[in-house]
Structure formats: C-alpha cells, structure tokens
C-alpha cells in the first residue's frame, strides 16, 4: 500500500480531450503518459497540457514497452491505468456487435496494458450496454481475462475486480448519463464505489445520510448568454435523440 501512497503516477488509455484524467488529477493523481488515436484529441491535449507526454497511433501497434518508457515509468511503478475504451460496439444505440467488432476488441488492449505494466490499480469506463451484451458476454470475458493471475520476475500478481452501473446525475452532473465502471487492484482491497449524493428528491438514503436534489440544466447553464437559434442539423440530431429515449430509454 505504501507504493500506491507514494507514487501518483497515471498512464491513461483512449485518453480523448483529457475529460477522464482531469478527474483523476482533481483527485491528486498525475498522468504521466496519454494515448489516443485521434489527432484532434491529441492537439487538444498538448494544447491544454504541453508537458505532458502524447501517444498518438493505433493501440494495437503500440507496445506496453514504449507506453513505459514514454511514461518513465516501469512495471508496478503506475499508480493506476486509466481509460474508457471506444464504445460504440456496447451501445443500446448501435448495431451492438460487441467483442465481434475490431471497435470492441480495443477493450482487450485496455487488459493487455494492465496485465503487462501491472499498475496498483486501474479503472475501465464504458457505456451501459456492455454489461448486458449477450447476456453479459462482453462483461464476463473482460472480469474474467483480467483477473487471471500474472507472473513477474518471478512474482504471483492477481488484481481483484469489481463493477457498478453509476448514473452521472446521481453525483451532481446535470444529465442522466449512466456509465459502467469496472475497477480492479492488485493489493487484495475491497473497492468501494462512492455513495450517491444527489437523487429525484431530496431524502435521507439507507445509510442516514441527506442527498441533495439532481441539478437541472438550467443550474449549470441557466446564467450563460441567450444562445443562437439552433441550426437544421443541430435539429436533426436532436431528433435522433429524442427517438433513441423513447426505442431504448436513454
């Protein structure tokens, strides 16, 4: 535990715009090294952090080996693995062929960078979907491939694998965005994902505790300036969300 305590280091996976590691960094983690695929993503990245190290390219042809060595890091160093592999293959939206799709094959270059750089702990963001695909097919070969022991300079490791369905709302985000998040450690502890602090109504929950009442979007955005009309495609779209809510309810 005491490494864990001692090094804050990230290595974060399908980093995106950074949006997964600022809330890691607001937590007092560091990242030390982002890959992302996408170009513009990775432009914004440097834009918004640049002395922070940028991966970009195909994580299927990037080794654990230069992922480390960009991270200046080796194996057991990292604090965590972080990341939200793409995930339209998972969606309720899409044409759900999961694990079949080279799309939802990327999650298992997500458990390949984890078994291989064997952090303290890592934490794996998806969309809901993916836990009922095929009757949890997709869910049951990640938990599984990725608890299965690992041996490192002789060393036994074993990470210990929880999962939850948390909605954002819950926690004071204005938006009903409900999020698989699959955490695993290899220090035997027993995860415990954080309480809900906000809900429909303002109630005492189970454990006595007040939760606030969900912010709306007019508490995040209600002071912002009049915004312009909305344009044919912003409709559009618009639309296609509406019919997504009613077919899948979401």
């Known amino acids: 535990m005491s490494k864990f305590k001692s090094n804050n280091k990230i290595i974060s996976l399908f980093s995106g715009a950074g949006g997964m590691d600022i809330g890691f960094e607001m937590a007092g983690f560091q990242t030390a090294v982002a890959v992302e695929f996408d170009k513009s993503c990775c432009k914004t990245l440097?834009?918004?952090?640049?002395?922070?190290?940028?991966?970009?390219?195909?994580?299927?042809?990037?080794?654990?080996?230069?992922?480390?060595?960009?991270?200046?890091?080796?194996?057991?160093?990292?604090?965590?693995?972080?990341?939200?592999?793409?995930?339209?293959?998972?969606?309720?939206?899409?044409?759900?062929?999961?694990?079949?799709?080279?799309?939802?094959?990327?999650?298992?270059?997500?458990?390949?960078?984890v078994r291989e750089s064997l952090p303290v702990a890592f934490v794996m963001e998806n969309v809901k979907g993916m836990v009922n695909w095929e009757g949890g097919k997709a869910i049951d070969a990640i938990m599984n491939e990725i608890?299965?022991?690992?041996?490192?300079?002789?060393?036994?490791?074993?990470?210990?694998?929880?999962?939850?369905?948390?909605?954002?709302?819950?926690?004071?985000?204005?938006?009903?965005?409900?999020?698989?998040?699959?955490?695993?450690?290899?220090?035997?502890?027993?995860?415990?994902?954080?309480?809900?602090?906000?809900?429909?109504?303002?109630?005492p929950n189970l454990f006595g505790d007040n939760n606030r009442k969900y912010n709306t979007v007019w508490d995040a955005i209600g002071t912002l300036p009049k915004a312009d009309e909305p344009s044919e495609t912003a409709l559009r779209i618009s639309k296609t969300i509406k019919d997504r809510i009613v077919n899948y309810g979401y």
Do not use: W
């Open 46 to 113: 440097n834009k918004n952090k640049p002395n922070l190290s940028v991966i970009q390219g195909d994580i299927s042809k990037i080794t654990t080996e230069q992922i480390l060595k960009t991270a200046k890091l080796k194996p057991t160093e990292a604090a965590l693995v972080i990341g939200g592999p793409p995930c339209q293959s998972f969606s309720l939206a899409g044409k759900r062929m999961g694990m079949d799709d080279p799309r939802g094959m990327l999650v298992l270059e997500f458990i390949r960078v």
């Open 147 to 203: 608890s299965e022991p690992i041996i490192f300079e002789g060393q036994e490791y074993s990470y210990k694998v929880t999962k939850n369905v948390l909605n954002a709302a819950n926690y004071g985000a204005s938006q009903f965005r409900e999020r698989v998040f699959i955490v695993g450690n290899r220090i035997n502890k027993t995860f415990q994902f954080p309480k809900a602090t906000h809900s429909k109504n303002e109630t």
